[in-house]
C-alpha cells in the first residue's frame, strides 16, 4: 500500500486551500486607506474550484517513492512562487487601468501566506535532495533568481510597494546607506573591543564570571531604554567639551545608536572567542609545540584557524542582531529603515511601514546566507 512520504509537504499544500480562501490583493482609493480584499477568481474570471489543481498536484507528487518527486516538489514551488508574484503586478496593473492615479493595488493575506507555503516547500524539497551545505544554499539562492527577473522587467511596478518606493527613492537610498554605516559602524568597534576581551578572558577563565555578568546586565536593558540612558549623558559631554560635535558627538543620533548597538554585539562576540579558543584541544597544541612553532604561530596556523568557525556563528547572531535593533535606533534620530517604519506607523500607512521592514529583513537574511556560506567553505578547507 503506497504511503506518503512526505508529510511536511502534504501538510503545507493543504494550507495552500486556506491561502485560496483568502483575498489575494486587496485595492484601495489612496495610500492611506485599507481597501477592500479581492479574490483570483474577482479580478479574472474564472471557476474558484481551478485553484484547487496546484494544491493537488502537491499531495499527488507526495504519495510517489524515490528522490525524483522531491525535485518535482521543488521545480512545482519555484514556478507556483514566481506565478504568484507575476499574477499579483498583473491585477495590479488591471485594476489600475480602470481606477485614478491614487488608487493602491497592495498584496493581500491570501498573497502572502501563499508565497510563505511556498518558500517552506522549497526549503523541505531542497532538504530532502541533498545533505550538501554548499549544495543547499546555491539551491536556495537560485529561487530567488526568477522574482528577481521580474522585479528587474518592471511587472511589479503596479503594485502599492513599488508605487511606494518610486516616490521615495532618495529617501529609500539614504535609508539603505545609513542603515548600512549604522551596520559597519558596529560590526568594527565590536570586533575591536570584543577580541581583545574575549582572549583575555580565555587566558584568565577566573575572571570570566565577572565580564559575562556585566555583559549579560547589558544584553538584558530593553533596547529602547538603553538608547535613552545614553542621550542624557552625551548631552552633557558634549555640552562640556563642544569640540566634540566635530567628531559627530551628540545627545541624539548616531552616537548613542553605536554605543548601545556595540554594547549589545560584545556579549556574543566576547562568548564566541571564548568558546572557539576552549574548543582547541590541548593535544593540538602540544602538537604544534612539538614541531617547533612559537607561540606567534601557534596561535595564528593552529588556533586562530580552530577557533575561526565559532567566531563567525557568533558574528553572524550580532549582523542579523544589529539589522533588527538598529530600526529602533531611528527613536533618537539615527535614521536607517527605522525612520520609514515609524513614519509609516504615525501616518498609518503600510506600505511605508513595509518599505522599512521588507529591507531589513533582505539584509538579514543575505548577510545570514552569507555568513552560512563562509561557514561552509571555511569547514570544508578545515575538514581537509
Not at 500500500?1 to 480562501?21: S, W
Not at 510563505?116 to 543547499?136: G, V
Not at 562568548?271 to 612553532?293: C, D, K, N, P, Y
Not at 511601514?353 to 552560512?372: K, R, Y
Amino acid at each position: 500500500m503506497p504511503r506518503c512520504t512526505h508529510r511536511v509537504v502534504a501538510l503545507l499544500a493543504i494550507l495552500l486551500l486556506a491561502a485560496a480562501a483568502l483575498p489575494f490583493v486587496n485595492f484601495a482609493p489612496n495610500r492611506l486607506v485599507s481597501g477592500e480584499g479581492l479574490w483570483l477568481w474577482q479580478i479574472w474570471a474564472f471557476p474558484p474550484l481551478i485553484l484547487l489543481f496546484i494544491p493537488a498536484l502537491f499531495l499527488l507528487l507526495c504519495w510517489l517513492p524515490g528522490r525524483q518527486p522531491s525535485l518535482l516538489i521543488l521545480l512545482l514551488a519555484e514556478a507556483s512562487f514566481a506565478l504568484l508574484l507575476w499574477a499579483s503586478g498583473e491585477a495590479a496593473q488591471q485594476l489600475a487601468q480602470n481606477s485614478s492615479p491614487l488608487a493602491r493595488t497592495s498584496p493581500g493575506s491570501g498573497l502572502w501566506l501563499g508565497l510563505l507555503l511556498m518558500l517552506l516547500i522549497c526549503s523541505e524539497a531542497i532538504r530532502r535532495l541533498t545533505s550538501w551545505a554548499l549544495w543547499r544554499w546555491l539551491l536556495n539562492v537560485q529561487l530567488w533568481l526568477l522574482p528577481c527577473w521580474l522585479l528587474w522587467i518592471g511587472q511589479l511596478d503596479g503594485l502599492s510597494l513599488m508605487k511606494e518606493y518610486a516616490n521615495r527613492q532618495e529617501t529609500f537610498n539614504d535609508a539603505l546607506s545609513q542603515h548600512l554605516m549604522l551596520l559597519w559602524g558596529t560590526l568594527v568597534p565590536s570586533l575591536l573591543l570584543g577580541v581583545p576581551i574575549g582572549m583575555w578572558c580565555w587566558r584568565r577563565p577566573g575572571r570570566q564570571s565577572s565580564v559575562f555578568t556585566v555583559l549579560n546586565i547589558i544584553q538584558t536593558i530593553p533596547s529602547v531604554a538603553l538608547f535613552g540612558l545614553l542621550i542624557a549623558p552625551l548631552a552633557g559631554l558634549v555640552q562640556r567639551f563642544p569640540w566634540l560635535t566635530n567628531l559627530g558627538v551628540a545627545g541624539t543620533g548616531l552616537a548613542p545608536a553605536l554605543i548601545a548597538l556595540v554594547l549589545y554585539a560584545l556579549l556574543p562576540i566576547v562568548r564566541g572567542v571564548v568558546a572557539g579558543m576552549q574548543q582547541v584541544s590541548s593535544q593540538v597544541l602540544e602538537s604544534a609545540a612539538a614541531m617547533g612553532m612559537s607561540r606567534a604561530q601557534t596561535f595564528l596556523r593552529v588556533q586562530l584557524p580552530l577557533a575561526l568557525p565559532v567566531l563567525l556563528r557568533s558574528l553572524r547572531v550580532v549582523t542579523v542582531q544589529t539589522l533588527g535593533m538598529a530600526v529602533v535606533a531611528a527613536l533618537i534620530g539615527a535614521g536607517g529603515f527605522g525612520a520609514l517604519v515609524f513614519q509609516g506607523l504615525l501616518s498609518s500607512a503600510l506600505d511605508l511601514v513595509l518599505l522599512g521592514v521588507i529591507p531589513v529583513i533582505a539584509l538579514a537574511v543575505i548577510a545570514d546566507a552569507l555568513f552560512s556560506l563562509a561557514g561552509t567553505l571555511l569547514k570544508g578547507e578545515t575538514d581537509d
